[in-house]
């Protein structure tokens, strides 16, 4: 409960700065669905899908697996891209994005947390909390950053993989649709996703290196 009460929100955060990049960045190709429907807002009430964000991550957080989830996706209209292919690409690779960056800066909170311990020992459990969840933020924004380049569709590496095959190739693989979220579910159930701790590993060695550094 205590790591629900501490990791949910900042997977919720998370979750809702990815579906907002993406529409971010669709308005600056061409396409202002997204904002006009008021879906780029880091207000997490529009964005909030309740098995996504709530209940999937909560059943992976009992079961000791890596937390992962997502919110509703933000509405994008391809047809308006200034340019078809560019746009697609950019859109579909500001969430990942938008997940480095995150994990970055809650690099950055750790080491704030560092030397606010020390600064300022005597702080009760403020201190460890605050460690905790920007602990959190950095290992949630990393597994959500490489879960979504697995170009199995609908995840956002797909879009980008699709252009590397032939045409005809491409357009099969675009049709997975909802059978790609029936192989995702799969894999997920019976640990197809464990390959992703080596390079989380990695990741995570990166963020505590440069945060000795900042310390």
Not at 124 to 134: D, F, K, N, Q, V
Not at 135 to 147: A, C, K, S
């Amino acid at each position: 409960m205590q790591f629900l009460l501490l990791a949910l929100p900042v997977l919720i955060f998370s979750v809702v700065v990815h579906e907002v990049a993406h529409g971010w960045v669709a308005r600056t190709q061409g396409d202002s669905t997204a904002y006009m429907l008021g879906r780029l807002s880091l207000n997490p009430i529009p964005h909030i899908d309740p098995v996504g964000s709530i209940v999937v991550p909560a059943i992976l957080a009992l079961m000791h697996a890596p937390v992962l989830g997502w919110a509703k996706p933000v509405p994008v209209n391809p047809r308006n891209f200034r340019n078809y292919k560019r746009g697609d690409i950019l859109v579909s690779l500001a969430g990942v994005a938008a997940n480095f960056v995150l994990a970055i800066l809650f690099t950055l909170v750790l080491a704030a947390v560092e030397w606010g311990a020390r600064l300022a020992p005597d702080t009760g459990m403020t201190w460890p909390i605050l460690h905790a969840m920007a602990y959190y933020g950095v290992e949630i924004n990393f597994i959500l950053m490489l879960f979504n380049l697995i170009p199995i569709p609908p995840l956002d590496g797909s879009h980008v993989f699709a252009y590397l095959l032939p045409t005809r190739w491409a357009i099969r693989y675009r049709q997975i649709g909802f059978g790609g979220m029936i192989i995702l579910l799969l894999l997920l159930s019976f640990g197809g996703f464990n390959f992703l701790f080596v390079p989380l590993d990695w990741l995570m060695g990166f963020s505590q290196h440069l945060q000795q550094l900042l310390v």
